[in-house]
């Protein structure tokens, strides 16, 4: 079941189209990131979504509902992180959460949300005071207040420290589990690889992949290296006892061979087995996310 | 109606953790009270029409206590919200981004009344302040005035692109505006190309309103000046309604 779902989104701003046409569906349940370079349109994807910028063509439906139409209806069902939202100067914790419950019909407790997120000791505390991973943390309780059933989230991470970020990370697998849906822009490929079921990157207000990590990278076309190092000269045995290289290297001792078939290592180890071919520091190297959303970003960058 | 008020309270106890918004809209109104009391005295002059200095000059530092508010801690806070995106963020949950406005607006008011209370103690207990005027008419006459500093500091956060703009243009209003309409220093003083000059400011027909209605005038007697506060009071809000952004 679809709960976002986007047909030809279109917003330019001057002659520019910041976001182009674009069209993708959010499923029940899942964690869907949004990445892309700097400028790439992904905060106006995500405000255009939640309503917060009306948009020039295309079909916009969130839990069955028109961003631009039923405001009151849709913010009762969704949570918002903005990028880089601050607060009120000198407001208290507790404050700003009691000040975001009173907005809501039906708000979750903020208390309960407090104690799951252990910021606890800090709501007597100014918001001001707070350190960067427990402001994002008081910005996603200020998202769960409504209880909603998708949260979205604009850079949650940008910014956290390593720890921070791993903890952001937990209770985002954990809005998961508790049947939320997830919409998240990101910058961090290790964190769309961990977090996200499927992904979509955009470049200049243009989708130019959508699916899991996994069938991106693989549909990429970029190779995984096989690096070792053996005395022999096995430039012959390479070049035709060996299936599925698309090429190799040699430099002195070592030897690099690009494959995109996974069972070329098996058999690359079998090969020097059997032939009693000694080698050393075998290592293997398989195409990231990041080298796929370089790749996929120069591409485009090419073609225009 | 239950959310504005709840706004309203939080945007209260913010209001009076800002030491800036304490000190000029009520230490720096009774500090002027006190200096220039203690300079002239409360005895009739012939100079204020056989009116004492206190008498006149506390509807005068109503208008600067309407000034403070209206057009420095209203319009800052309006655009710090907006350039600091927590108005972007009101706007995405049920609430209509305007209470935020409307709540911003009451507090002011508030504080104003705050600030004119101490004051009328102050002139009281110092001073022994007269008060000859009509206390409906008085109310009337400051409710008006107001209102219409007020829709100018909507306009001046409405236009401005950032904080930074904001706090400037409220500067250039509103120190001419405090020394030349007669809020601080009368008119009386003046000279001619100033009283000129003053026909500009806003708050200079709502100082002359509050001082003659204080001191007994009728209100048919001030018209013109009802007539120009009213006429600010709605072009202003029209501007602010139709250029205010919301980022």
Redesign the interface.
């Known amino acids: 079941m679809n709960v976002i779902e986007v047909t030809q989104l279109t917003k330019i701003y001057g002659k520019i189209n910041a976001v182009d046409q674009i069209s993708f569906n959010v499923k029940k349940g899942e964690i869907f990131g949004m990445l892309g370079p700097n400028g790439a349109g992904k905060t106006t994807t995500i405000e255009c979504i939640?309503?917060?910028k009306k948009y020039e063509q295309g079909i916009v439906n969130v839990v069955g509902l028109n961003p631009l139409k039923d405001?009151?209806a849709l913010?009762?069902k969704i949570g918002?992180q903005?990028q880089?939202?601050?607060?009120?100067?000198?407001?208290k914790v507790k404050?700003i959460c009691?000040?975001?419950e009173?907005?809501?019909?039906n708000p979750y407790p903020y208390e309960k949300l407090i104690d799951k997120f252990g910021l606890k000791e800090k709501l007597n505390s100014y918001v001001d005071n707070l350190s960067g991973g427990q402001k994002q943390k008081l910005s996603i309780i200020?998202a769960l207040i409504?209880n909603p059933e998708i949260v979205f989230l604009d850079e949650l991470t940008t910014g956290l420290d390593p720890q921070a970020r791993q903890d952001m990370w937990k209770y985002v697998k954990e809005l998961k589990e508790e049947g939320r849906t997830v919409f998240m822009t990101t910058h961090y490929m290790e964190e769309a690889e961990y977090l996200c079921d499927r992904i979509c990157i955009i470049k200049k207000g243009k989708i130019i992949a959508l699916d899991t990590v996994e069938n991106i990278i693989i549909s990429s076309g970029l190779e995984t290296e096989i690096i070792f190092e053996a005395e022999q000269d096995i430039t012959n045995l390479l070049s035709n006892e060996l299936e599925h290289v698309s090429k190799f290297t040699r430099d002195d001792h070592k030897y690099i061979v690009y494959s995109q078939n996974d069972g070329v290592l098996g058999k690359l180890v079998y090969m020097l087995e059997t032939k009693k071919i000694s080698y050393k520091n075998l290592n293997i190297k398989r195409p990231t996310l990041d080298d796929t959303f370089l790749k996929l970003i120069d591409e485009k960058v090419e073609e225009a | 109606m239950n959310r504005l008020v709840n706004i309203s309270k939080i945007e209260f106890k913010l209001l009076t953790r800002n030491f800036m918004n304490i000190f000029f809209a009520l230490v720096f109104p009774s500090m002027m009270l006190l200096l220039f009391g203690s300079i002239y005295g409360n005895e009739p002059s012939a100079f204020y029409g056989g009116h004492n200095m206190v008498d006149v000059s506390v509807p005068g530092y109503i208008g600067l206590i309407v000034a403070v508010t209206g057009l420095m801690t209203l319009p800052l806070t309006v655009a710090q919200y907006r350039e600091r995106k927590i108005l972007k963020r009101f706007a995405a949950t049920p609430i209509n981004p305007v209470d935020i406005l409307i709540s911003q607006v009451i507090v002011n008011f508030i504080m104003t009344l705050l600030g004119i209370a101490l004051l009328i103690v102050i002139g009281k207990i110092v001073f022994d302040l007269h008060f000859f005027g009509n206390l409906f008419v008085v109310t009337f006459a400051f409710i008006l005035t107001t209102f219409s500093i007020f829709s100018v500091g909507l306009v001046i956060a409405g236009v401005s692109a950032n904080a930074k703009a904001a706090t400037a243009i409220s500067y250039i209003v509103y120190f001419p505006m405090i020394f030349l309409s007669g809020a601080i220093m009368p008119m009386e003083i003046m000279p001619k190309i100033i009283v000129y000059i003053s026909k500009v400011f806003p708050l200079t027909y709502g100082t002359e309103l509050l001082k003659g209605v204080w001191t007994g005038g009728k209100l048919s007697s001030y018209s013109p000046d009802i007539i120009v506060l009213l006429t600010i009071s709605i072009i202003c809000t029209l501007l602010a309604t139709k250029f205010f952004r919301w980022e």
Not at chain 1, 102 to 105: C, T
């Open positions: 939640i309503g917060l405001r009151n913010y009762g918002v903005l880089e939202t601050s607060f009120q100067d000198k407001i404050e009691s000040l975001f009173s907005f809501y019909k200020l409504p």
